[in-house]
């Protein structure tokens, strides 16, 4: 028997739809409820398939074909460093083949104790800034506790809030206020139990960010995210200032071009949860980068949004890095995708014991989304 290989390469964007459309961050606009994943697809000549997002196409795609699986993913790390770019596509085909989940190939790696079943803490990061319509912080409050009492009811218990609209869309201290005043109703909608985290896009800076915890003392921030650009002073200023004034707040960052000194300030104490993107990192990283901050005592909590996919890839991650803080949830439905078994409940997303990821694709919407939007290339031919 030869030994097994890659044999075709698929790749597609499948389009998905938020429920309900989300609106600016501090920095952007109308992000819109239309959501686009990257999927890859690879068969190997044994004819099993794995299936993950990957931006992989053309000249990548030919590169991969006729490799062997035995170089493409190494057991005591995952997949090899020159193949990053099918990074998730190839944890599901060795998965699949061996016969596990993910997460448990993922603990095995990290040396943590595999387990049977897992449910991984979520949080829902739809709570966009919505309101700039609203003439007033009142009827803005009102709009964005609505927003709090749908995620609820799909089961979430934790939130994440996009604040800084002074940064661009409204007067800096009417944008400030209005921060402050949806803040407040948002925790008052949730109540004391549930985990409630904000996140400025970069559009505070120092002051801004001591001013509005200042005036949200009392609503037990969790974390407060992207503040300003990374800086190692600032960070030091603002983390002596919250431990002085009592509160627990965590500073998170690491999404999008986050600085090349952003582990150096995780390991001082200053940062207490990063936040590298699940795709743009990727799932093998993820797992060097868990076990480095496990030793640190600090949080990984990777950043997600736009795709849908990472909903459930992140997930896995829970039960291979000890300090994990939570799935960032983008609520989307993705025709020709689907994860059965995937389910929120009390702010955790229950992960079935699936062979792989668990997700799966309508062969027939698939390829349809590779005629019109992608292509194939294999051993016998490419289309």
Not at 58 to 70: F, H, S, T, V
């Amino acid at each position: 028997m030869g030994v097994t290989h890659i044999t075709s390469v698929e790749w597609a964007t499948l389009e998905g739809h938020r429920p309900r459309s989300a609106g600016c961050n501090a920095r952007l606009g109308v992000h819109g409820g239309i959501t686009r994943v990257p999927i890859v697809r690879v068969t190997d000549s044994d004819g099993m398939q794995g299936v993950g997002a990957s931006w992989a196409k053309g000249e990548k795609a030919q590169r991969i074909l006729g490799m062997e699986l035995n170089q493409l993913f190494l057991s005591d790390q995952g997949v090899a460093e020159a193949w990053l770019d099918f990074d998730y596509p190839l944890w599901d085909l060795h998965c699949k083949r061996t016969g596990q989940p993910v997460y448990v190939a993922a603990a095995q790696i990290t040396g943590r104790t595999p387990i049977t079943s897992l449910s991984a803490p979520c949080y829902d990061t739809s709570l966009y800034i919505d309101d700039l319509e609203q003439t007033t912080d009142e009827a803005a409050s009102q709009l964005m506790a609505d927003e709090v009492r749908q995620g609820l009811a799909r089961g979430h218990r934790a939130f994440k809030v996009k604040i800084g609209r002074g940064a661009r869309h409204m007067p800096l201290a009417a944008g400030t206020a209005r921060d402050i005043a949806v803040i407040r109703a948002v925790r008052e909608t949730t109540g004391s139990q549930a985990t409630l985290m904000l996140d400025a896009n970069n559009g505070y800076n120092l002051n801004l960010a001591k001013d509005v915890l200042d005036a949200t003392h009392d609503c037990d921030i969790f974390w407060l995210e992207e503040p300003f650009h990374e800086d190692g002073e600032l960070y030091r200023d603002l983390k002596g200032w919250m431990v002085k004034r009592g509160l627990r707040t965590l500073i998170a960052d690491g999404e999008g071009e986050a600085s090349t000194r952003l582990l150096e300030w995780a390991h001082q104490g200053l940062v207490g949860a990063i936040q590298y993107d699940i795709l743009g990192h990727g799932f093998t990283r993820w797992l060097r980068t868990g076990r480095q901050l496990d030793a640190w005592e600090v949080l990984s909590a990777p950043h997600h949004y736009g795709n849908g996919y990472g909903n459930y890839a992140a997930c896995h991650l829970a039960a291979a890095i000890k300090h994990f803080a939570a799935v960032e949830w983008d609520e989307t439905d993705i025709p020709g995708l689907s994860a059965p078994g995937y389910s929120i409940e009390n702010g955790r997303c229950n992960v079935p014991p699936h062979a792989g990821f668990g997700i799966e694709l309508d062969d027939d919407l698939f390829q349809h989304a590779v005629r019109s939007t992608g292509g194939r290339l294999s051993l016998g031919g490419n289309t």
